[in-house]
């Protein structure tokens, strides 16, 4: 096996898992995509933006190839979470647009560089800090596949659509009946398991 195959390998889980994040979005409103839908505020915008701001920094920073593009948000004054969230100036069409200029950034890393080629994560810890390129394609697919899950619970519990892609639900059914017969079951495990008896 040549060094290229591995690597077109780990490219095209990448490349799916960032689709599959931007899929999230269709059909949704302005509100419905920048609503914090649990307690930490994550929301379905912020996930986009901030996957762009991980690639930008571990295909482009951590290998010295920084975007030529300012990151507010990667300031020092910047406040906490501040990619994880889209301002009301920071329109849809604008969130999506920059996190495809990191795929494309990135892209070029990863095809100029070999998966031997070290890189320096400033901001992890000394010793484990020059990871290879290998490392950071299996690190920045976890955390989109992370985020991926993220959105999947997201979008459901926004209109309930479900489903790996368009073309793909993954699911075992679509049918509505049998996903509350499902439910009920799973219920009625759980209530064995309550404390209070309810």
Request: aromatic fraction near 10%.
């Amino acid at each position: 096996m040549t060094e290229e195959q591995p690597k077109a390998v780990l490219h095209r889980y990448l490349k799916m898992a960032r689709e599959a994040i931007v899929w999230k979005l269709e059909g949704l409103s302005e509100s419905e995509i920048r609503r914090p839908m649990v307690p930490t505020g994550t929301n379905l915008l912020g996930l986009v933006k901030h996957l762009g701001s991980v690639e930008f920094g571990y295909f482009g920073l951590v290998f010295g190839r920084p975007p030529d593009e300012p990151i507010p948000w990667w300031d020092s004054g910047a406040d906490p979470n501040d990619d994880m969230w889209a301002r009301a100036s920071e329109s849809r069409d604008q969130v999506v647009a920059f996190y495809r200029r990191s795929w494309r950034h990135s892209d070029r890393t990863i095809d100029d560089l070999d998966l031997t080629a070290a890189g320096r994560v400033p901001w992890w810890p000394e010793g484990r800090n020059e990871p290879t390129l290998h490392a950071l394609l299996i690190h920045v697919i976890a955390e989109t596949n992370r985020h991926a899950g993220h959105a999947d619970i997201l979008r459901e519990l926004i209109d309930g659509a479900v489903g790996l892609h368009a073309d793909n639900s993954n699911l075992p059914s679509s049918d509505p009946a049998w996903w509350q017969a499902y439910r009920d079951r799973l219920e009625e495990v759980a209530s064995q398991f309550d404390p209070t008896g309810i």
